[in-house]
């Protein structure tokens, strides 16, 4: 989600006046949009406990959050 607002200001001799214009934009996925956890490389099918995921890593395990902070270690 973003949001804006834009105020301009006119000053002339006695005369001030301003306006306010502000908006928002929410951008949404479609139902084809990966999940984090799918990005991220965790299993999903069948999906399983965060506590069961977590007992499966190791050191052979490939997960793209391993991979990234690797490649700034």
Do not use: H
């Not at 299993?43 to 069961?52: E, M, N, V, W």
Request: with cysteine; charged share 25%; proline share 4%.
């Amino acid at each position: 989600m973003g949001r804006a607002e834009l105020t301009i200001e006119v000053e002339v001799f006695f005369f001030s006046g301003s306006v306010t214009i502000s908006c928002e934009k929410k951008f949404a996925g479609s139902n084809g949009d990966p999940t984090l956890r799918q990005l991220m490389g965790l299993s999903t099918d069948p999906l399983l406990p965060l506590a069961d995921e977590l007992a499966l890593i190791d050191d052979e395990t490939t997960y793209g959050w391993r991979e990234y902070c690797d490649a700034f270690a």
